[in-house]
């Protein structure tokens, strides 16, 4: 049977055929008559052909819609035909039928954004730019976004797993906090939602006052699973808004160029020789460097995609700790040790911590007899290095070591990439696909990692070692990675 627009569609074109018809009748007769009915009748027939076509890019070829009578329809943008749709609601006005109650959301009003804007008020902002943590119902701190990090001076670091009580002393108005909580959440049903209002100095932007919101997150069973907390921050200098969207967008564009960058290098590197040869030569499976005992105790910091600690922990005893911070790394990450992971240190295993690495807030001191870092300390500027490395000193045992490798002032990544070709070509393993992931990963290093790479020569990296708290450099080289990286191990 033809569907109603269909028909519609005919009709429009069988007027538009009439008028032209008519036209033609007074060309020849020169009726005026004529002329005023042709006119109309093309325009409306142009009309409602026209309209239907214009419906049918939106709705399909064979899906045309003109004037829906249901006002519903007409608001409504969907992929779905509306032969599609309309079996859809058909099914949910029989379904409120047979149950004598409404389907949640099918008796909405219609949402009139400038006078609902209201009711966006107080929801969950989705954006990036908004700074959030997560608690559990224990109000133990369990995550938090890079935009909190900026806001309130990576303040959460170290502490996740702890009470929020550890973040909230460290509020200028700490005490109305507290006495709020003691109000609305002591001894009583916890609320769906929350709002207060919170204050903490940033020693880059000053006062920083945040209408922080605490949404309820339940967990399957209904019952509360933690809590999603965002804060909408206001700066007592006005200045510092857009210092503070700068330093963001700056730190979303570095955490983008990692996260593209770990969907290619990993398939790259791994299929040559130079890179694997990289990590021989840092875990001193070679001879130049110590060999790292079977039962110690590592930290990977920066660990990337996992190579390296997976590495360590095959075939062996040892207790890796992996801390990386970017989220599609942390995936590989997880992928690539997920036959080793442990979640505590009475073992063997590959632990995977979630956390910035210029802060080891939360890690004993004198605790590793080892600290890895490939290609990452250049990836700070010389303060955070500074700091990243003092904190590595102070949770290597004494006579513990560091091992730092990386890109140098004098490295040519075009014999670096000339190299890893010749070797993919030689494997056999230079593919199309393989050879658009190689220039994927060489113009990340040339045009968005270059900024980066050439800071330091090695006697700087060294400088900053012994700078740090560490007693002796124990080897050094130049002349890693197809000569364009260095490994320095530094002992506490």
């Given at each position: 049977m033809m569907n109603e627009s269909r028909i519609t569609k005919i009709v429009g074109v069988l007027i538009f055929l009439i008028g032209v018809v008519l036209l033609f009748c007074y060309f020849e007769k020169g009726d005026r008559a004529a002329l005023l009915a042709a006119v109309a009748m093309i325009l409306v027939g142009g009309m409602i052909a026209c309209g239907l076509l214009l419906r049918s890019i939106k709705s399909g070829p064979f899906d045309l819609v003109f004037f829906p009578s249901d006002d519903t329809e007409s608001r409504t943008v969907s992929p779905l035909s509306r032969g599609e749709r309309k079996k859809r609601t058909t099914y949910v006005k029989k379904a409120t039928e047979s149950r004598a109650v409404a389907v949640p959301g099918s008796d909405a009003p219609p949402f009139k954004i400038l006078e609902d804007s209201e009711v966006l008020k107080n929801m969950p902002r989705a954006d990036v730019l908004t700074p959030m943590y997560m608690l559990d119902s224990k109000y133990r701190i369990i995550d938090w976004n890079g935009a909190f990090n900026l806001a309130f001076d990576h303040s959460m670091a170290g502490m996740r797993g702890t009470t929020v009580l550890e973040w909230v002393y460290l509020l200028e108005n700490y005490q109305e906090v507290i006495d709020h909580g003691l109000e609305v959440f002591s001894g009583k049903e916890p609320p769906a939602f929350d709002i207060e209002t919170i204050k903490f100095k940033s020693r880059k932007y000053g006062l920083v006052t945040g209408i922080k919101r605490a949404f309820q997150v339940p967990g399957d069973d209904g019952k509360c699973a933690g809590w999603l907390l965002t804060i909408e921050p206001s700066f007592a200098d006005p200045k510092m808004k857009y210092v503070f969207w700068q330093d963001l967008f700056a730190f979303l564009r570095k955490t983008l160029t990692w996260s593209e960058y770990a969907l290619s290098y990993n398939n790259v590197l791994n299929n040559t020789d130079v890179y694997p040869q990289l990590l021989s030569d840092i875990l001193g499976e070679t001879g130049e460097i110590t060999a790292i005992p079977p039962d110690a105790r590592v930290l990977d910091l920066g660990a990337g995609t996992g190579n390296i600690s997976r590495r360590l922990v095959e075939g062996?005893?040892?207790?890796?700790?992996?801390?990386?911070?970017?989220?599609?790394?942390?995936?590989?990450?997880?992928?690539?040790?997920?036959?080793?992971?442990?979640?505590?240190?009475?073992?063997?295993?590959?632990?995977?911590?979630?956390?910035?690495?210029?802060?080891?807030?939360?890690?004993?001191?004198?605790?590793?007899?080892?600290?890895?870092?490939?290609?990452?300390?250049?990836?700070?500027?010389?303060?955070?290095?500074?700091?990243?490395?003092?904190?590595?000193?102070?949770?290597?045992?004494?006579?513990?070591?560091?091992?730092?490798?990386?890109?140098?002032?004098?490295?040519?990544?075009?014999?670096?990439?000339?190299?890893?070709?010749?070797?993919?070509?030689?494997?056999?393993?230079?593919?199309?696909?393989?050879?658009?992931?190689?220039?994927?990963?060489?113009?990340?290093?040339?045009?968005?990692?270059?900024?980066?790479?050439?800071?330091?020569?090695?006697?700087?990296?060294?400088?900053?070692?012994?700078?740090?708290?560490?007693?002796?450099?124990?080897?050094?080289?130049?002349?890693?990675?197809?000569?364009?990286?260095m490994i320095v191990c530094a002992s506490k």
């Open positions: 062996h005893n040892r207790l890796v700790v992996a801390m990386e911070n970017n989220p599609i790394m942390l995936s590989f990450l997880r992928y690539q040790c997920e036959d080793y992971i442990c979640y505590d240190d009475r073992g063997y295993g590959v632990m995977i911590i979630k956390q910035d690495i210029r802060s080891l807030a939360g890690i004993h001191d004198n605790y590793f007899d080892v600290v890895i870092m490939n290609n990452v300390l250049y990836s700070l500027e010389e303060e955070d290095a500074l700091t990243c490395l003092r904190e590595v000193c102070r949770v290597l045992k004494p006579g513990g070591e560091a091992r730092i490798s990386g890109p140098q002032k004098k490295t040519n990544l075009d014999k670096l990439f000339k190299q890893i070709k010749k070797e993919l070509k030689k494997k056999d393993r230079f593919s199309p696909q393989m050879e658009r992931q190689y220039n994927h990963v060489k113009m990340i290093n040339k045009y968005l990692l270059g900024p980066m790479l050439f800071k330091w020569t090695m006697a700087d990296v060294e400088a900053m070692a012994l700078n740090s708290g560490f007693q002796e450099i124990t080897f050094h080289t130049d002349r890693a990675y197809a000569g364009q990286a």
